[in-house]
Antibody, heavy 126, light 109 residues
Framework: QVQLQESGPGLVKPSQTLSLNCNVS??????????WSWIRQPAEKGLEWIGH???????NYNPSFKTRITISADTSKNQFSLKMSSVSAADTAVYYC??????????????????WGKGTTVTVSS | SSELTQDPAVSVALGQTVRITCQGD??????ASWYQQKPRQAPLLVIY???NRPSGIPDRFSGSTSGNTASLTIIGAQAEDEADYYC????????????FGPGTRLTVL
């Protein structure tokens, strides 16, 4: 059973770069057709999709973050990572990593996030 | 970018049926997925595709789509169903970009 676990600093100073890792256990990130994803949630607010990396290392990002983020994968460590530059207090949130999948049915296509990490809290403050 | 809209809050009497809806243009082309989130927990996938439930999700949860509206229906709501529910789908203008609805807080009375 695949499990995901986020790790990284809980406190980042404004204007610096936030770096998070997601360790994947119980399966290889280089097998299958998965979208290894990052989602965040500010306190008392909703979920926000940040971006993902495909198994073949292609990436897609939320345009709201596009110039500030990089998602990469390290297959030797079976983990993927998020880097977000120039952070501000508005980036304070719980950050989740998740596994995304795309399905194609005769009636339409669909996307879903079937495995999630527990989340890690990142606070941006001096 | 495409938006998905949800009612902020819905309530249901214990054992009754409740429908949570999600509206957006992208839903005419792409199915929504639905996530349940309880306080201090990660979201949990409850419905995906046309009407698919992951293993372990009770069959009282079901999904449907009509036009630009996706619905999550709970038949015989239980106290443990009280949670926030989020829909998620592709952005209609950029198919490589995904969006979440703002969430619906379900209260079971």
């Amino acid at each position: 059973q695949v499990q995901l676990q986020e790790s990284g600093p809980g406190l980042v100073k404004p204007s610096q770069t936030l770096s998070l890792n997601c360790n994947v256990s119980g399966g290889s990130i280089s097998s299958g057709s998965y979208h290894w994803s990052w989602i965040r949630q500010p306190a008392e607010k909703g979920l926000e999709w940040i971006g993902h990396i495909y198994t073949n290392e292609r990436t897609n990002y939320n345009p709201s973050f596009k110039t500030r983020i990089t998602i990469s994968a390290d297959t030797s460590k079976n983990q993927f990572s998020l880097k977000m530059s120039s952070v501000s207090a508005a980036d304070t949130a719980v950050y989740y990593c998740a596994r995304g999948r795309v399905g194609i049915a005769t009636t339409g296509t669909y996307y879903y996030l079937d495995v999630w990490g527990k989340g890690t809290t990142v606070t941006v403050s001096s | 970018s495409s938006e998905l809209t949800q009612d902020p809050a819905v309530s249901v009497a214990l054992g009754q049926t409740v429908r949570i809806t999600c509206q957006g243009d992208s839903l005419r082309s792409y199915y929504a997925s639905w996530y349940q989130q309880k306080p201090r927990q990660a979201p949990l996938l409850v419905i995906y595709g046309r009407n698919n439930r992951p293993s372990g999700i009770p069959d009282r949860f079901s999904g449907s789509t009509s036009g630009n509206t996706a619905s999550l229906t709970i038949i015989g709501a239980q106290a443990e169903d009280e949670a926030d529910y989020y829909c998620n789908s592709r952005d209609n203008n950029d198919v490589q970009f995904y969006v979440f609805g703002p969430g619906t807080r379900l209260t079971v009375l």
